[in-house]
């Protein structure tokens, strides 16, 4: 069998000098720019405009922490409490990540990508996707929210961060309209998360689907290392549930 380890690849490269990424030398970019732009330039191409700059750092902030209660936070912290390194609690935070917490924003992309090529009338498509959705029993991802039942907080300031920036309103005004529509077709407010909310400013600024949850990945991940650090600290060595928290119900072979 022959194999091909072969690699072309537009990102990055070295010389015996110096590093590139995209074309630019990294001793240019270690000068100049700071770590968002960098990974706007490496998952883009090119370099963000100040607009986007702001807004892909608010998102990477936006997605940093969500205390201990979710997956991504506790995780990480009871694998702390095992004695493991810290970048395998870092890599269970991640692990931690899926449809329904942090992993729903290619989803939502993708989602939003096909609501806006259904119909240059918004309303009538965002129809179409909740009745398809609510036909098929699924949920739309991006929106609805275990804690936030009126609004997300996050969503609200980077929506209006990205405003006052001046960006394309385009796909947060579809995100928007989904959110009104699914409002009155189920009467319930299921509004639009951080994943909903990470998913339009990503379109917005021209991010590939793939990107979605990965960017979440990132902050949170980041974000965890302050947690595992903490744990390992505190001196509470391997966390377990209480037996009053676990509830045995055998099955009967009689
Ligand atoms: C995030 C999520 C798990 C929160 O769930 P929750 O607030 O605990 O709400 P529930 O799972 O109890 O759902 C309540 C009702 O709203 C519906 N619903 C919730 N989110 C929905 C969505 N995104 N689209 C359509 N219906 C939705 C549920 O089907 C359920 O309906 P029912 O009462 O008729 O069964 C849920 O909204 C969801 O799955 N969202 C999509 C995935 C997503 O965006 N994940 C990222 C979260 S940050």
Not at 165 to 185: F, K, R, V
Not at 209 to 216: D, E, I
Not at 227 to 247: A, C, F, K, M, Y
């Amino acid at each position: 069998m022959s194999q091909n380890l072969t690699f072309s690849t537009a990102i990055s490269g070295h010389t015996s000098n110096d590093i590139e990424l995209r074309g630019i030398p990294l001793t240019e970019l270690i000068a100049e720019a700071n770590f968002v732009s960098t990974l706007f330039l490496s998952l883009t191409g090119r370099k963000p405009n100040e607009a986007e700059e702001k807004v892909l750092n608010a998102l990477l902030v936006a997605a940093i922490d969500h205390g201990i209660e979710p997956a991504s936070g506790f995780v990480p912290r009871v694998v702390a409490s095992s004695g493991n390194s810290v970048l395998t609690c870092m890599a269970t935070s991640l692990l931690a990540l899926g449809p329904y917490h942090g992993g729903a924003i290619t989803g939502a992309m993708e989602v939003l990508k096909t609501v806006d090529d259904y119909s240059e009338d918004k309303e009538v498509a965002a129809t179409w996707i909740v009745k398809k959705y609510r036909a098929e029993h699924r949920r739309i991802p991006g929106f609805g929210h275990p804690i936030y039942k009126k609004k997300d907080p996050r969503t609200q300031q980077l929506f209006s961060l990205a405003r006052e920036a001046g960006m394309s309103l385009d796909y947060m005004n579809l995100a928007l309209q989904i959110e009104h529509t699914l409002e009155e077709e189920t009467l319930k407010k299921l509004v639009i998360n951080i994943d909903g909310a990470m998913a339009a400013l990503l379109l917005t600024m021209g991010f590939d689907v793939l990107s979605g949850n990965a960017l979440f990945g990132v902050a949170r991940a980041a974000g965890s290392i302050a947690h595992i650090i903490e744990e390992q600290n505190s001196g509470d060595w391997v966390r377990r549930l209480s037996p009053g928290d676990v509830t045995y119900t055998p099955e009967s072979f009689d």
